[in-house]
């Protein structure tokens, strides 16, 4: 048999053997668990040991000594290896997550280089801007032509006004486009900084401690490098070029700021002294002389560079002027038709004018109201717009209006326009002034001779004398002006005399234009939804009304003192009240923004009652058509409001992310009181989706019977046959039991009742009635009509009649036809329509009762 000390080696053999063949598996594999397990099976070892070592002879004291010495060297091992392991683990750990870090900064680092990239190729096109500050230094000179270079004797109001509109422009630009291009500048910045923050992490130079993976990484570096240094090359060269277009910017802007600043002093000094003597007199020796050539030329350039500035500005608002006008002349073609087909259209357009070139007539009156809607436009745009009205309203006038006053409208007209030319010229000159002195005498002799001679009877516009007077007036000041050296005060007299007149007579004709076109479209659109026009033309009849007039003369105050500085004094401070921005809390609002607010609201009201009001006209002239709007109507009338509010809030500057404050006070009215108004309203939408009921249809709703009017917001209107109209509430139209005839397609079944006489052959009878019924075309052939006997009555043969009619509106026109028809029929074939018939016998005692004629008197 083996010792007990052989044993006890042979199990440390294997216990070794074990714990080694499982480091190698497990231990290395795995890391975590290599301190935790080499504890445990060397711990296991120990033991096994002891045991052996007490196994061999437990009386022996040299065994015990020799356990310790190896308890102590296990425990000392044990520990190193813990150590060491846990330096090593530490390290790798280390490792990777330097690596993944490495990784995560290189991965930022190509992100960013890639939308640096970008950036520079899709940011500012430096040399375009350059290019465009060329264009403003030009513009900039063009502007100052006159004023700062090449003065004159005096300076102009008109070239003052003129170069300020385009040093506006110019600043505006220029003060965008330094936005723009401090914004590059500091996204460029931060591109760079962001690079040079990343690309100086010090995670990124921990190399691994394998040349392997050293190498793996080196490469990857040196490719990034080589990525980067292109990018951040145009990085610094983008940086380096906007900045210097960024100091160029600055400095024109400063010069800009400057020359306004100048300009408004020059304006300042003019209009104080605006009475004062600015050149020699008329006939004295000119002291400062330019070609007049030259004047007009850069006269020229400026008037079309503001026109042309004002024009790109406002390219939508000139949109809507077109749309706005093709609008017009369609309504105007379509009310001309109806009054063709109603008989009301004059052969001559007495009082009918309107209706003579619908287009023109649209361009008079759209073109005369949209133009107060142009903030600070230039009097070239002013001059354009006139000058078309103007014609316009000549070819309308053609044939119309008496020769004499014909020719004095034509001759203002080329005055007018010799006039506005006059007003652009931008610079004093003797020539200039001869020519003001020959404009101002010609429309003194047009407007003297034409009081004078003129035939008033004729005159269809009674207030044009007036017009004529002040143009008298004007001119003739001007031309003491223009005598005595003041130059800018006789030009401003000058054009305001012209403007005055043809304002005047372009704002009659547009309100007696409109007049016409609102009373005709009164007459032929007579529904309910008339009231849109906000005035009673029935009332009114062919009389202008006085807010008309008040219209009038607030557009023509506007125009006539726009020639005058002393109305820019008024209109500045205006300006600033209703633009300067107020703050309440939180919230911060302009004056023209709460305007804003309540024009969008009113005309999103005014958009949907003219949808409103052109549908309904449709359904009452096609009342054989079944209406296919119905209460589609409502849906498109809630979107324009709808959308119309939203507007209005955003216009108002309010945020719409605080529409929940609304919501939530409106969820406190409904909970207090609002329950049933929230109820109709959103009763009315479910009607106009689910459309238990159209406009037209004929229902019958808690025993009223009638034609659905109209569906609103809250209530529905009921047209019944007697001629009442009959407000519902919308909820009441769902809640209540809704009898809809026109939805099952207009047909009806009717029940007649007749009675003949016993004795009857009723199967004569029974024919004779079938025959009728097959004869008349309302009556539907399938179903079929029927014809029962219903009962035995008292003194008749009870009969039951059942038909179907094609349409409602037949309902009693055949019911009562085929009365007529089943009683001459009877008539003829001795068929007795028997009436209920009763004797009464009266008995007293045995004796029958006499009868007497009148009663006997009582005795007195």
Known sequence: MMRSAEKGKLLNA??????????????????????????????????????SAFGQNPDRKEDFKVVDSFKKDFVKKIKKLGVEGARKSITKFNQSKDVIKQERLVDQLKLTMQKAKIYVKNGIDTNAINKELNNVKNWHKTAGDGIFANKGTTQTYRNLTTASKILDELLARMVLRKKQVDKTERDLVNFSFEIDSLNSEPSLYNFPDDSISTMEYLKKIVVLSTELDPIDS????????????????????????????????????????IFDQELPYLTDKSRYSRPIGDIVKFSKEKGWLILIFYLKNNIWEFCLLVALIIAATIFLKSLKNMIVRA???????????????????????????????????????????????????????????????????????????????????????????????????????????????????????????????????????????NFSGRYNLSK?????????????????????LMNEALFFASRVYTTQERK?????????????????????????????????????????????????ERTIGNYSFTIINLLSFFV???????????????AADKHELGKDKKPTLGSWLLLIRVTIISLGLFLALAA???????????????????????QTIVNNLVSGLIIAFERPVNVGDVVEIGGHT??????????????????????????????????????????????????????????????????????????????????????????????????????????????????????????????????????????????????TDKKEKPSE
């Open 343 to 481: 008989g009301l259209l004059n052969e001559d357009y007495g009082g009918q004018l309107v209706f003579r070139y619908p287009f023109l007539s649209a361009i008079i009156i759209i073109v005369s109201i949209f133009q107060f809607t142009f903030i600070n436009q230039p009097f070239i745009l002013n001059a354009l717009i006139w000058t078309i009205s103007a014609l316009s309203l000549t070819i309308i006038f053609k044939g119309f209006i008496k020769n004499g006053w014909m020719y004095f409208w034509i001759s203002m007209l080329i005055l007018f326009i010799f006039a506005c030319f006059d007003n652009l010229i931008l610079q004093a000159s003797r020539t200039e002034r001869w020519a003001m002195l020959g404009l101002a005498v010609a429309g003194i002799l047009c407007g003297v001779i034409t009081l004078i001679k003129g035939d008033r009877k004729e005159l269809r516009e009674k207030l044009i004398i007036y017009f004529i007077a002040i143009l008298i007036i004007l001119e003739a000041l001007s031309v003491m002006a």
């Open 532 to 580: 849109l026009f906000y005035v009673n033309f029935n009332v009114v009849g062919e009389k202008v009304p006085a807010l008309f007039y008040l219209f009038l003369i607030v557009g023509w105050f506007i125009l006539f003192g726009r020639n005058f500085y002393v109305f820019r004094l008024i209109y500045d401070p205006l300006q600033q009240f209703f633009l300067n």
């Open 14 to 51: 294997f216990i070794k053997y074990q714990v080694y063949g499982i480091q190698e598996k497990i231990f290395y594999k795995h890391p975590g668990w290599k301190i935790l397990l080499g504890t445990f099976f060397f711990s296991l070892l120990f033991f096994f040991s002891l045991a």
């Open 652 to 674: 108002a500057g309010f945020p719409l992310e605080r529409i929940t404050i609304i919501l939530g006070a409106l969820g406190v009215g409904i909970g207090l009181g609002l």
């Open 234 to 273: 145009a990085l610094r060269r983008s940086i380096t070029n906007v900045r210097k277009v960024q100091i160029k910017i600055d400095i024109e802007v400063n010069k800009l700021n400057s020359s306004n600043v100048e300009l408004e002093s020059f304006q300042k000094t003019l209009s104080s002294r």
């Open 492 to 512: 401003t007299l000058l054009i305001s005399g012209y403007i005055n007149l043809i304002i005047g007579i372009l704002f009659l004709w547009t309100i007696r």
């Open 706 to 851: 009638g034609t659905m009017k109209s569906i609103g917001f809250r209530s529905s209107v009921i047209t019944r046959k007697e001629g009442a109209d009959l407000v519902i509430p919308n909820g009441d139209i769902l809640n209540a039991h809704l009898i809809n005839w026109t939805l099952g397609g207009s047909k009806k079944r009717i029940e007649l009742l007749l009675g003949v006489a016993y004795g009857t052959d009723l199967n004569l009878a029974k024919q004779i009635i079938l025959d009728l019924l097959d004869e008349d075309e309302r009556i539907y052939k399938h179903p079929a009509p029927a014809v029962f006997f219903n009962q035995f009555a008292n003194s008749s043969i009870e009969i039951r009649i059942l038909y179907w009619v094609r349409d409602l509106k037949y309902y009693m026109p055949t019911k009562s036809d085929l009365i007529l028809a089943i009683d001459s029929s009877f008539k003829s074939a001795s068929i007795e329509i028997p009436f209920p018939q009763q004797d009464i016998h009266v008995y007293t005692g045995k004796e029958t009762p006499k009868k």
């Open 600 to 614: 969008i609201i009113g005309l999103s009201v005014i958009v949907s009652k003219i949808v409103s009001f052109f």
